[in-house]
């Protein structure tokens, strides 16, 4: 085999390897950390359950403002990548 096709063929090897850790890195679940309503940092004593989920905020007025337009928020945590927690009782088998 020429050295040129070594190179090449170790190059093509190299990059499917890139790429699939890229992959595997994307399609991680990110973890809810912050508040969808105001941003901050999640209180886990504070939260409300939506359509089996649960939704952490910051503080107790978040709530009452998610609760206003809740898809507006689920709409923003799914753009971001969150993927929410089971709210108990909802858990799947």
Known sequence: MHKSTRII???IVLSAFALASIS???????????CPVRGGTINKDVYTDYQGKRIYFCCPPCIANFK???????????EEGIVLE????????
């Open 9 to 11: 063929l170790t190059l």
């Open 68 to 78: 206003k337009d809740p898809e507006k928020y689920m709409k923003k945590l799914e």
């Open 24 to 34: 595997v890195a994307l399609a991680s679940d990110t973890k809810q950390e912050k």
């Open 86 to 93: 089971e709210a108990p009782g909802n858990k799947k088998n």
